[in-house]
């Protein structure tokens, strides 16, 4: 059964720094899509950032220069290292994982919205 967690969310002040982290089971990293999306209350999900089961990475527009995506095979744990933030950035954080099957090996940071696992989210605050 594929479960993911997360982690690591909290308040900062703008142009802070942030890291989430993502812990995985019921799954091997070097074969899923893992990807970041965030959720702000009314508003569509957006994908944030997705890294294939090759490592190759796909960073989300709005956050492109500022957020990186990164994952350690053998500890089944995905990060978010998020720096510069801003308080748009503000949101529920979700990990996400989409299977080999699902994705085709294709893991664009918008498709990690809709992939098929994801954990319960942690709120990131960016805020004065």
């Known amino acids: 059964q594929v479960q993911v967690a997360e982690s690591g969310g909290g308040s900062v002040q703008p142009g802070g720094s942030l890291r989430l982290s993502c812990a995985a089971s019921g799954l091997t990293l070097n074969s899923y899509c893992m990807g970041w999306f965030r959720q702000v209350p009314g508003k569509e999900r957006e994908g944030v950032a997705a890294?294939?089961?090759?490592?190759?990475?796909d960073i989300g527009d709005s956050v492109k220069g500022r957020f990186t995506i990164s994952k350690d095979n053998a500890k089944t744990t995905l990060y978010l290292q998020m720096n510069s933030l801003k308080p748009e950035d503000t949101a529920v954080y979700y990990c996400?994982?989409?299977?080999?099957?699902?994705?085709?090996?294709?893991?664009?940071?918008?498709?990690?919205?809709?992939?098929?696992?994801r954990g319960q989210g942690t709120q990131v605050t960016v805020s004065s």
């Open positions: 890294i294939d089961n090759n490592g190759k990475t």
């Open positions: 996400a994982a989409e299977s080999p099957v699902g994705s085709g090996g294709y893991c664009p940071a918008e498709s990690a919205a809709d992939f098929a696992y």
